[in-house]
């Protein structure tokens, strides 16, 4: 089991930019997966982007393509996610989550989750 924390959610106009991180209890270098979700309120929670820890390949989802970035410190056991030009609709409350083995779009194969940080975007 790995134990996620979440922080750098905040309230921001459209266009504006933040920065999320994940701090994990233990980091490993193999083919494991940590990944971004998130959920508004009245949604099924999805995942905007994934990345393969050992060899730090990523994957967007559609609408946040370009957008956003995930990215990672292993010495930090931090995982980060960078948020530019801000929508409206990107308002909900985001959270990291770890997997052994392949990354999945589905949240369902994900057993280890943050807690969660919020993010809101006013226009």
């Known amino acids: 089991q790995v134990q996620l924390v979440e922080s750098g959610g905040g309230s921001v106009q459209a266009g504006g930019s933040l920065r999320l991180s994940c701090v994990a209890s233990r980091y490993t270098y193999s083919r494991d997966c940590m990944a971004w979700f998130r959920q508004a309120p009245e949604k099924e929670r999805e995942a905007v982007a994934l990345?393969?820890?050992?060899?730090?390949?990523?994957y967007y989802d559609g609408p946040v393509k370009g957008r956003f970035t995930i990215s990672q410190d292993n010495a930090k056991k931090t995982l980060y996610l960078q948020m530019n030009s801000l929508k409206p609709e990107d308002t909900a409350m985001y959270y990291c989550?770890?997997?052994?083995?392949?990354?999945?779009?589905?949240?369902?194969?994900?057993?280890?989750w943050g807690q969660g940080t919020q993010v809101t975007v006013s226009s």
């Open positions: 989550a770890w997997r052994p083995g392949s990354c999945e779009w589905d949240s369902s194969w994900y057993k280890d």
């Open positions: 990345l393969y820890i050992g060899d730090g390949a990523t």
